[in-house]
C-alpha cells in the first residue's frame, strides 16, 4: 500500500512534555497538509508545505507548533510544552501538483495529553 | 473567508433506501473545489466525490451523486441504495484555488448511520 502513512498512531503524554509526529506522504506528491480535529468538529487547517519549503501557516499554530518537511519527502509536527487543549487528532494530507487536486489523507496520530 | 456549513450534525437511513446530506458555503470566489469525504469510525478520511465549480453537470460517482447549485451556493450528497459500509461521519469541504495553498475547509460533519 502507498498511501499516506502517519506514527505513530496513538500518543499519550504529560502536560509540559514535547511530542514530535511523522508523516510519510505518497511518494510523487509535492504538496503536504497537516491538520487539526477535535472532537466533533472538522479538520482544520494547519500548515503547507510545498516539497521543502513551508509556504502557509494557520493562526492556530501557535509558536510552540513547528513543522518540518527536509528534503521534501516526510514531514514532521512537534508539539513543545503540550496542554490539554493540545488533544486532537492530528491529519496529514498530500496532493500532487496541480489545481484543484484531490488530497489524499492518512490514518492521523491521536494525540492525549493528561 | 470561506465558511461551510452542514446543518445535520446526524442522519439515519434504512439499508437501500436514498439519503441526502446538506451542504452549504460562503465564498466570494469563483474559482473553486468542492468535496465529500467519508471517515469510518476509526478509519481514515477517503475522498467521495468532488465537483468543480466552473463546471455546472453534477458530478457522479456509482452511489453518490451531489446536487451542486452555484448560485445558492449549495452542495447536497445524495446516497442512493444506502449500505451498512455507508456507516460513517461524511465531511463536506471547500478548496479555494486562486493562488495559495489550495488547504480544505471543512464542515463539521454528518454522521450517518446506515440501519440493517
Known amino acids: 500500500d502507498t498511501g499516506v502513512s502517519q506514527d505513530p498512531r496513538h500518543k499519550i503524554t504529560k502536560r509540559g512534555q514535547n511530542v514530535t509526529f511523522r508523516c510519510d506522504p505518497i511518494s510523487e506528491h509535492n504538496r503536504l497538509y497537516w491538520y487539526r480535529q477535535t472532537l466533533g468538529q472538522g479538520p482544520e487547517f494547519l500548515t503547507y508545505?510545498?516539497?521543502?519549503?513551508?509556504?502557509?501557516k494557520s493562526r492556530l499554530l501557535s509558536d510552540r507548533f513547528s513543522a518540518e518537511r527536509p528534503k521534501g519527502s516526510f514531514s514532521t509536527l512537534e508539539i513543545q510544552r503540550t496542554e490539554q487543549g493540545d488533544s486532537a487528532m492530528y491529519l496529514c494530507a498530500s496532493t500532487s501538483l496541480g489545481v484543484g487536486e484531490t488530497q489524499y489523507f492518512g490514518p492521523g496520530t491521536r494525540l492525549l495529553v493528561l | 473567508a470561506q465558511t461551510v456549513t452542514q446543518s445535520q450534525p446526524e442522519m439515519s437511513v434504512q439499508e437501500a433506501e436514498t439519503v441526502t446530506l446538506s451542504c452549504t458555503y460562503d465564498t466570494s470566489e469563483s474559482n473553486y473545489y468542492l468535496f465529500w469525504y467519508k471517515q469510518p469510525p476509526s478509519r481514515q478520511m477517503i475522498l467521495v466525490i468532488r465537483q468543480e465549480a466552473y463546471k455546472q453537470q453534477n458530478a457522479t460517482e456509482n452511489r453518490f451523486s451531489v446536487n451542486f447549485q452555484k448560485a445558492a451556493k449549495s452542495f447536497s450528497l445524495k446516497i442512493s441504495d444506502s449500505q451498512l459500509g455507508d456507516t460513517a461521519m461524511y465531511f463536506c469541504a471547500f478548496m479555494f484555488t486562486q493562488g495559495g495553498s489550495e488547504k480544505l475547509v471543512f464542515g463539521k460533519g454528518t454522521k450517518l448511520t446506515v440501519n440493517p
Open positions: 508545505f510545498q516539497n521543502e519549503a513551508q509556504l502557509e
